[in-house]
């Protein structure tokens, strides 16, 4: 299945999926170093988004979230690509800095129609994006 | 997004790379939200400098922004930090943090920030109205935007710390004309008398974020004491903390708007925090003016020194304009603090675990920090300071 986007910031990454369903907020609520998700009122609560296609809705929190991405880049434990629904200043500054694939805008709903454990290859150029994804039979 | 000839030169690195890079995370989100040009900002404010908020990644960032020879082309200024750069031990800041929260401050300094350390910079910045303008801090954006006619997104710090070096802004949101108008009618006839009597203005604020979200309030019949500067300024900082909007209006056309009317309830069941009295006064949120120090000055000449443990924050600008005052207030046993805030700064180690304070900004971020807070107005926060005989 293929699910074609918007493309903000350009690469290419593959990787398991991790869905959220739920906003994430990065400043206080994933660990900069591990890269786990320590917000404990989030549904993916210890699990680590390092070298994941992580899919949620949009960031929210305080704009130092943008920082936290950054950093956890620099110490190797950063998502191999974002998907969003729509994405807001403090993921696209993230991913900017930290020269991680953002996509947005998906045609689908990525939070219904994909599944954590899914593997995909994601790949963003200049305004186009799409996300490959193998379905399990 | 359209760019300009100039803008397309910086893009491609004939400025150099590090600024091609500043300019492309700008654009990616004037992207992201649909921005059809940039346009020139002719001030910034930027907040996230406090080594307690943006940690070894914030410091890391400005340092290696500040090591690639970029400079600040507008005149920039910054918020609070996390502690008093000079009584830093008094506040039980370790020399660690202090060192580190020094790199950021050095590093601003070196890219040419003014070092404001304020959340009021609307109270020294001279900027003509109608500018556009770069700035985080929601309470200074929704001064700039509903005093100042000033026109600025809510930015956040590491947005505004990139629009200052270039000196543009992606166009889009409260920058525009249209989307400053009115959404939605808060009257406050019901309840104008109890708000001046009992000096709710940080409430019915927090009440007005809560309900407009993220449109524009237009909000009627209010006590005119409201807009004097000392009172607009906990208003406007109160509407920031609860709700997303970055403007308020104080008159115009009423028209079709949906419409509220609320109680005296309906503030109250707003607020995040409720009414007791055991703990530590902490003042200073956003930090005082001038003329706020001078009456504290005043109150305490006349009723002398507080019962209770009180700390006030203010700007380092005006520890020579008030410095009498200021005395005063120490004398009297007050605790005063420049350059940092009751927001930024680590009150654990300043020995404080009950806040009481009197700004429903403070309240709401101290409750998201953990702390057991209590609320009140500026009326009843004196009768904490003594008791009932006030």
């Known amino acids: 299945m293929r699910i074609w986007g918007r493309g903000l910031v350009e690469g290419a990454a593959k990787g398991e999926i991790l869905v959220a369903s739920e906003p994430i907020s990065f400043y206080g609520g994933v660990d900069p170093r591990s890269g786990r998700i320590v917000d404990k009122k989030h549904a993916l609560y210890g699990k680590s988004i390092a070298g994941k296609i992580l899919v949620f809705p949009y960031g929210k929190g305080s704009t130092v979230g943008s920082y936290v991405i950054l950093s956890l880049a620099k110490n190797g434990v950063a998502p191999a690509a974002i998907v969003n629904i729509l994405s807001e200043p403090i993921i696209i500054i993230g991913c900017v800095l930290a020269e991680i694939p953002l996509m947005d805008k998906p045609e689908k709903n990525p939070i219904e129609v994909l599944q954590t454990g899914e593997k995909g290859v994601i790949v963003v150029e200049k305004g186009k994006a799409y996300l490959e994804v193998e379905k399990y039979v | ?390």
Not at chain 2, 18 to 31: D, N
Not at chain 2, 81 to 108: N, P, T
Not at chain 2, 170 to 184: D, H, S, T, V
Request: hydrophobic share 40%; charged share 25%; with cysteine.
């Open chain 2, 1 to 390: 997004m359209e760019l300009t000839h100039e803008e397309e030169e910086i893009l491609n690195g004939r400025r150099g790379e590090k600024l091609a890079k500043v300019l492309e995370v700008i654009v990616k989100v004037g992207e992201g939200l649909e921005a059809e040009r940039l346009v020139n900002v002719t001030h910034a404010h930027i907040s996230g400098i406090s080594y307690k908020n943006i940690g070894d990644a914030g410091l890391e960032f400005i340092e290696k922004l500040a090591s690639s020879n970029l400079r600040v082309s507008i005149p920039a200024t910054v918020n609070p930090a996390g502690m008093d750069i000079k009584k830093w031990k008094e506040m039980g800041v370790k020399q660690d943090f202090a060192e580190k929260q020094l790199r950021i401050l050095g590093s601003l300094r070196k890219l040419g920030f003014k070092m404001l350390l304020t959340c009021t910079p609307y109270l020294y910045e001279k900027i003509p109205p109608g500018s556009q303008v770069a700035w985080a801090e929601s309470n200074a954006v929704l001064y700039a935007n509903s005093i100042l006619d000033l026109y600025t997104n809510r930015e956040g710090g590491p947005l505004a710390l990139l629009e200052a070096i270039v000196g543009k802004a992606p166009l889009y949101g409260y920058r525009l004309e249209e989307n400053r108008r009115p959404g939605l009618v808060i009257d406050f006839s019901d309840i104008k008398r109890t708000i001046k009597e009992r000096e709710l203005y940080q409430a019915i604020g927090y009440y007005v974020g809560t309900i407009a979200k993220f449109k524009v309030p237009l909000i009627k019949n209010y006590p005119p004491s409201l807009l004097q500067s000392d009172n607009v300024k906990l208003f406007l900082a109160a509407v920031g903390a609860s709700g997303s909007v970055a403007l308020v209006r104080f008159h115009g056309e009423e028209k079709n708007l949906e419409r509220y009317r609320p109680s005296i309830d309906d503030i109250y069941s707003a607020l995040p925090a409720d009414f007791s009295d055991e703990g530590t006064i902490l003042m200073g949120c956003p930090h005082l003016s001038a003329h706020e120090i001078q009456w504290l000055a005043n109150i305490v000449k006349r009723w002398g020194k507080p019962k209770r443990r009180v700390i006030i924050f203010t700007a380092r600008v005006l520890e020579n304009s008030v410095h009498k005052e200021i005395a005063a207030l120490s004398r009297a046993g007050i605790e005063v603090y420049f350059d940092t805030c009751m927001v930024v700064a680590d009150l654990k180690s300043m020995g404080v675990d009950k806040p009481l304070v009197d700004s429903a900004k403070a309240a709401y971020y101290l409750s998201s920090q953990g702390y057991d807070v209590r609320l009140f107005s500026r009326k009843d926060i004196l009768r904490v300071f003594y008791g009932d005989h006030v």
